[in-house]
């Protein structure tokens, strides 16, 4: 590793099966980035691959090795050839990969044929900035060890589905959370009718929202409790708060609603600025909402 530009980590599947323990899923921010770029060198979808934040990394290879780039697309270069995204391209030993800041989304996904063999935790080997567990971020100077189950790269017959997106603007669907009854039919028709706006608090924690503030119905203190990724919680200033990969549990504050899975993944790609309006999934006028018990 020569320089792991703002943010770069190893990430796999993730750890699923821990919650109970406190211990999120982590994994990477773009499933769907991250299984194309393995099926691209011939691995399994959920093998671990290295995940780096809007570009500014370079890496040298040691050995002869097959990899690929997804998700947000950054303009890389092996020594002074130009490096196609959504292919797998072969680097011979000495070889560096340079890959500059993204034309737009945030995460883009660098797998190598045989998997990044870092020990796993967990049965994982995803580094969770939030618990600590898995190995540290990549810092320069590090060298990570490549497995040798890969199998044989494929060439892409199909057109890829990508989350990152050059669009400023989002539609995503959600569901009514298990706390939607701490607001009111107003302040839940708010929700899902303004329009809000990513700010520059963005981390593989979560995501902020700026817009209306979404005021509490209920006053008291909600026990801590676990969440799934994509829950939306709102914070007594009432801008909602998205959790991604490495989120911790509510911290006492409800959750109003909760992405649908193949929206995270957009979610995780918007860029500050990005503006976001949610529809919900239930039929009729979406005012309806699930009472704590998780029922209509």
């Known amino acids: 590793m020569l320089s792991p530009g703002p943010q770069a980590t190893i990430q796999d599947g993730g750890r699923s099966g821990h919650g109970h323990l406190g211990v999120p899923r982590a994994g990477a921010m773009d499933p769907l980035a991250l299984s194309q770029a393995n099926r691209l060198v011939g691995n399994p979808a959920e093998t671990a691959a290295i995940e780096f934040l809007l570009g500014g990394f370079t890496i040298r290879f ?3 090795a097959s990899f690929s780039l997804t998700g947000a697309p950054v303009a890389a270069y092996l020594g002074p050839t130009p490096v196609s995204r959504n292919r797998w391209t072969y680097a011979r030993p000495g070889d560096a990969l340079t890959a ?3 034309a737009y989304g945030l995460w883009t996904y660098l797998a190598v044929a045989g998997g990044i063999d870092v020990p796993p935790v967990l049965s994982s080997r995803s580094t969770d900035s939030l618990s600590g567990l898995g190995p540290p971020p990549l810092a320069p100077r590090d060298v990570l060890p490549v497995g040798s189950g890969g199998g044989t790269p494929a060439v892409p017959s199909d057109v890829f589905v990508e989350n990152a997106s050059a669009g400023r603007r989002l539609e995503l669907s959600f569901h009514w959370g298990p706390r939607a009854d701490w607001f009111t039919e107003e302040t839940c028709r708010t929700f899902r009718t303004a329009t809000w706006r990513v700010s520059s ?6 995501a902020r929202l700026t817009g209306p503030r979404l005021p509490h119905q209920c006053l008291e203190q909600l026990p801590t409790e676990g ?3 994509g829950s939306i919680q709102v ?7 998205v959790f991604l990969a490495n989120h911790p549990p509510t911290g006492g504050y409800p959750v109003i609603g909760v992405l649908c ?5 957009r979610m995780a790609q918007a860029a500050p600025g990005t503006m976001v309006s949610m529809r919900a999934t239930r ?3 979406g005012t309806r909402r699930m009472n704590k018990e998780g029922s209509w």
């Open 227 to 229: 969440v799934h990724p």
């Open 201 to 206: 608090e963005v981390d593989r924690v979560a």
């Open 283 to 285: 039929a009729g006028d």
């Open 100 to 102: 500059g800041p993204p």
């Open 261 to 265: 899975e193949r929206d995270l993944g």
């Open 235 to 241: 914070p007594p200033s009432g801008q909602p708060l």
């Open 62 to 64: 040691t050995e002869a």
